[in-house]
């Protein structure tokens, strides 16, 4: 293990866009199979927005970073239209320019996109930063895929060195991290947290909430919901979450305010995942649909077995696909059943 994996492994920063895979061990394997590096600025889940700040405002410092994580080539993957893009370009970085889809910006995907293929996951057998390939056999270089916080916080840890990055957050979750504000605050935006905050003061350090609230939707698509009285003493971190059922995944916040349906905004989100496949994998072109579809027929005037096709067909969900986006559906549906019970007509 090289000394930079070393001191990355010593602080424990763990990937900042939701998967939360220990940062030195995919380094390492980098290292070992001379991978290429692609920094992930897509913000690929609905409303997110840290990565597009961290390239605004510390774009040196990524690139720095990045130079220091492999010897190979460097691209920095960002929405083609984006604002990120258009400042990575004029900045003259080597770029990925990456379709507004959502499954587009998964790893695999990005590594077949950057190698002439389609934006679409790839079947994985082995991790992408050792090699893979498509599913007609051709080959993926080593490809090392880390988001745009992960790389800047790589860099701070080189820098600055680990004793610092484990002066914030808890000894189980340790360093500085970045949060989405996304709506229902005073002032929306991306704000400085570490794990261990109350996710109470997270809402301060945005104004608080404009109202009386509900439910905090949590990561998007593959996040969930907690609601208002649990946000009270929940604390932000994957143990303080945790009893709730929910991760701090990629690190949105929306406010779904007191006396609003909030099966208007599943739904709504169910309908756009709904039309995100890729368009390989059966749950993924079929079961995410069908969903969509039960849930329609639970709240209609004639319901019946439509809960039992329900829950179902969410068990046949998970752990499936080449990209486990139908598992985060599966789990923001269950999540919202849980803490909404289930949706009446509109």
């Known amino acids: 293990m090289s000394a930079i994996a070393e001191l990355l492994t010593a602080a424990g920063l763990t990937g900042r866009g939701g998967g939360d895979f220990p940062t030195g061990a995919k380094v390492e394997l980098a290292e ?79 590594t077949r996109l950057a190698h002439g293929g389609p934006a679409r996951p790839v079947m994985r057998y082995r991790p992408v ?26 860099q701070q840890i080189i820098e600055r060195g680990p004793a610092w990055f484990r002066s914030f957050g808890t000894a189980r979750e340790p360093g500085p991290r970045l949060v989405t504000l996304v709506d229902g605050v005073a002032a929306p935006g991306t704000y400085p ?19 009386s609230a509900r439910a905090l939707w949590i990561s998007g698509l593959s ?9 009270e003493t929940a604390t932000w971190s994957r143990v303080g979450l945790r009893p709730y059922g929910i991760r701090p995944g990629a690190g949105t916040v929306s406010v779904l305010a007191a006396g609003s349906d909030p099966w208007v905004r599943v739904r709504a989100a169910l ?10 994998c059966g749950p993924c072109m079929f079961g995410v649909p069908a969903v969509r579809d039960d849930l329609e027929q639970l709240a209609s005037p004639e319901p019946e077995g439509a809960n039992e096709r ?34 009446t007509l509109p």
């Open 129 to 154: 930063t050792a090699g893979s390939r498509t599913k007609q056999g051709r080959p993926l270089p080593p490809t090392l895929v880390l988001n745009a916080e992960t790389v800047w916080r790589a």
């Open 193 to 211: 947290v570490e794990a261990g905050m109350p996710v109470r003061e997270i809402l301060g350090l945005a104004g608080g909430c404009t109202g």
């Open 271 to 280: 309908t756009y995942a709904a039309g995100e496949s890729a368009g390989q």
């Open 32 to 110: 070992r199979h001379d991978a290429e590096l692609i920094v992930n600025a897509c913000d690929g889940e609905p409303g997110a927005a840290k990565d597009g700040w961290v390239i605004t405002h510390h774009l040196p410092e990524v690139l720095d970073g990045a130079r220091r994580l492999t010897r190979r080539r460097i691209r920095v993957a960002a929405h083609r239209g984006s604002r990120t893009l258009a400042t990575l370009r004029a900045a003259g970085v080597d770029t990925v320019s990456v379709p507004r889809r959502y499954v587009s910006s998964e790893e695999s995907a990005l």
């Open 223 to 231: 996040g969930g919901f907690l609601r208002a009285e649990d946000a």
């Open 310 to 343: 329900l829950r179902r067909h969410l068990s046949q969900l998970t752990g499936r696909g080449a990209c486990h986006f139908p598992d985060g559906i599966a789990g923001l549906l269950t999540s919202a059943l849980e803490v909404f019970g289930p949706p």
